[in-house]
């Protein structure tokens, strides 16, 4: 069961840095780091999470240390990261829970965004050498909301090529679709505010819709470059293991159809990790990226993106 905490900003500096004391020679304990935290608990800032998701935590972190993954680009720490989370369910709509919007964390459960989003924020937690909860929490925030501010529904980046632009404007990813040459593309984007009912959050807060509607017209005037999946072939030797690779779908309203992370693999073409579907498991497919994405009519080609070197700027 979530456990849900709230902590205001001046109290969660002055807990990381106790939190830090503690970390002497070994990350702390899940079970140390889930007591303390529930101390505070009457300090909190909307987030939920449970036991076990400090667990997995701090085993990836454990996995950095062990494996000295610091000192690796960041592009092979995704990959490994991401391969770590092989054997993981698949789970649909972990992020929407009922009331305000808060950071949900579920680690035991992803589905391709999801886990796309885990394995960044872990990578880049690693390389700056901050890996405590408290750290994963707030580059989880950073990369999911716009400008890592949660203010309502809205501010979650829904829209995947929303997510794009604004961790583009951050420094933590470019796109290199540009480079490759890509095709110009803008997306005609009404799908949420013409569901609201497939949508919790929009069904049950209809004044949501037009701050909605609002956005994707915006988005919708963006230009975008994409590699249409008839001349991903030609392209393919210019993407690299870590890149991500964002799908573009021909269903009418929406960007993206599916994410995962690139790899390339021992017969020299290029893998989708991932997390695929319902009923599924995070793996890596056996299938090359090109033939999966022909396999596919809603698949129209890919964006690509590399993740950058994180630079933490002082406070």
């Known amino acids: 069961m979530k456990i849900l905490f709230k902590i205001n900003n001046f ?13 002497i020679k070994k990350l702390i304990r899940p ?20 036991e076990k998701d400090i667990e997995i935590c701090d085993s990836k972190f454990q ?11 960041i592009s092979e720490v995704i990959v490994e990261i991401g391969k770590s989370f092989i054997g993981t369910d698949y789970l649909a709509h972990s992020l929407e829970t009922d009331g305000d919007e808060q950071l949900v964390i579920n680690l035991t459960g992803l589905d391709c965004t999801t886990f796309l989003e885990n394995s960044l924020v872990l990578a880049r937690c690693i390389k700056k050498g901050k890996t405590s909860f408290e750290d994963y929490m707030n580059e989880l925030q950073l990369i999911r909301y716009r400008d890592g501010v949660i203010d309502q529904y809205p501010s979650r980046l829904h829209y995947f090529s929303d997510w794009i632009y604004d961790n583009i404007s951050k420094g933590v990813i470019t796109d290199e679709t540009v480079q490759m040459d890509g095709t110009p593309i803008k997306f005609k984007l009404n799908y949420m505010s013409n569901h609201p009912d497939s949508y919790n959050q929009l069904e049950e807060n209809p004044d949501l819709i037009p701050i909605i509607k609002i956005q994707e017209e915006e988005i919708s005037c963006r ?6 999946k008839d001349e991903f072939e030609s392209k393919e030797k210019l993407i690299n293991s870590g890149d991500i690779i964002a799908v573009t779908t021909t269903v009418e309203g929406l960007d993206i159809g599916h994410v995962g992370i690139a790899v390339r693999m021992e017969d020299g073409r290029i893998h989708l990790l991932h997390a695929p579907s319902p009923n599924t498991k995070v793996h890596i497919s056996e299938a090359t990226l090109q033939d999966y994405l022909m396999k596919y009519k809603r698949h129209s080609g890919v964006i690509v993106l590399r993740v950058l070197e994180p630079i933490d700027l002082p406070n």
Do not use: H, M
Not at 11 to 23: E, G, M, T, Y
Not at 32 to 41: D, N, P, S
Not at 66 to 71: F, G, M, P, S, V
């Open 11 to 23: 109290r969660q500096r002055r807990i990381s840095l106790w939190l830090k004391k503690l970390r």
């Open 31 to 50: 079970t140390l780091t889930l007591l303390f935290i529930c101390f505070f608990a009457p300090l909190i800032l909307s987030q939920v999470f449970s």
């Open 63 to 73: 996995l950095a240390i062990d494996e000295n993954l610091a000192e690796k680009p």
């Open 223 to 228: 230009e975008y470059y994409y590699i249409p």
